[in-house]
């Protein structure tokens, strides 16, 4: 006896479509984790209140070769110690020397930089200081310039967009292979719902 199940009598099953939504989910979410990985060193510190700046003079080495990353937290000048490494402004930029003596009664510091083989001419004023070093680490500094750029920046911002975007479209795509995949089994409900009402009819005119 032939087998009266058909192609079209057996419930529809989801097929495939799951790769290209899959594929878009995890480039989306590379591209934001990217992002993210890249925001950190600057990030954090900025939260917890500490201050990045990029070493680019050898004045410190070996304790901070060129091209590290200093993070400098704020703290009174009064609190500054003798050996500590202090931020402070000279002629417009930002130096990091070792304080070799802190000048209560004058409000000024006298700092040295550790390859200098003499103390700086002069002392840093109260009002020039910015903070004590915390933190340093090192070939950070170059990335730091990068990514204080404004367009590095903007390609940053356009790179987290196109994660947000592509997860946005992986479930999309999800919904719409859901939709259609219940409106086959609608269709299929409808027409074994109509199969089971003409075999009814055929029994039952068979039975008259």
Same mark, same amino acid.
């Given at each position: +006896?032939?087998?009266? @199940?058909?192609?079209?009598?057996? @419930?529809?099953?989801?097929?495939?479509?799951?790769?290209?939504?899959?594929?878009?989910?995890?480039?989306?979410?590379?591209?934001?984790?990217?992002?993210?990985?890249? &925001?950190?060193?600057?990030?954090?510190?900025?939260?917890?209140? !500490? %201050?990045? !700046?990029?070493?680019? $003079?050898? $004045? +410190? =080495?070996?304790?901070?070769?060129?091209? &590290?990353?200093? #993070?400098? %937290?704020?703290? =009174?000048?009064?609190?500054?110690? /003798?050996?500590?490494?202090?931020?402070?402004?000279?002629?417009?930029?930002?130096?990091?020397?070792?304080?070799?003596?802190?000048?209560?009664?004058?409000?000024?510091?006298?700092?040295?930089?550790?390859?200098?083989? /003499?103390?700086?001419?002069?002392?840093?004023? #109260?009002?020039?200081?910015?903070?004590?070093?915390?933190?340093?680490?090192?070939?950070?500094?170059?990335?730091? +310039?990068?990514?204080?750029?404004?367009?590095?920046?903007?390609?940053?911002m356009v790179l987290a967009f196109c994660g947000v975007m592509f997860n946005i479209l992986a479930? @999309? +795509?999800?919904r719409r292979a859901e939709e259609k995949f219940r409106e086959e089994v609608e269709r299929w %409900?409808? @027409?074994?719902?109509?199969? &089971?009402?003409?075999?009814?009819?055929?029994?039952? /005119?068979? $039975?008259?």
């Amino acid at each position: +006896m032939a087998d009266s @199940r058909t192609s079209t009598s057996r @419930r529809p099953i989801k097929k495939g479509g799951i790769l290209i939504p899959a594929l878009c989910n995890v480039i989306g979410t590379l591209l934001i984790v990217l992002v993210i990985a890249t &925001s950190l060193p600057l990030a954090i510190p900025s939260l917890l209140g !500490y %201050e990045a !700046y990029n070493v680019v $003079s050898g $004045s +410190m =080495e070996p304790t901070l070769p060129v091209g &590290s990353v200093i #993070y400098v %937290e704020d703290v =009174e000048p009064e609190t500054v110690n /003798k050996d500590d490494i202090i931020a402070f402004y000279s002629n417009g930029t930002v130096v990091t020397h070792r304080v070799v003596e802190n000048h209560y009664f004058y409000d000024e510091i006298t700092t040295k930089g550790d390859a200098n083989e /003499k103390e700086d001419i002069n002392p840093v004023p #109260y009002n020039q200081f910015i903070g004590r070093v915390k933190w340093h680490l090192p070939f950070l500094g170059n990335y730091l +310039m990068i990514y204080s750029n404004p367009i590095t920046k903007i390609y940053l911002m356009v790179l987290a967009f196109c994660g947000v975007m592509f997860n946005i479209l992986a479930g @999309r +795509m999800r919904r719409r292979a859901e939709e259609k995949f219940r409106e086959e089994v609608e269709r299929w %409900e409808r @027409r074994q719902a109509a199969r &089971s009402r003409a075999e009814l009819e055929k029994i039952r /005119k068979q $039975s008259l």
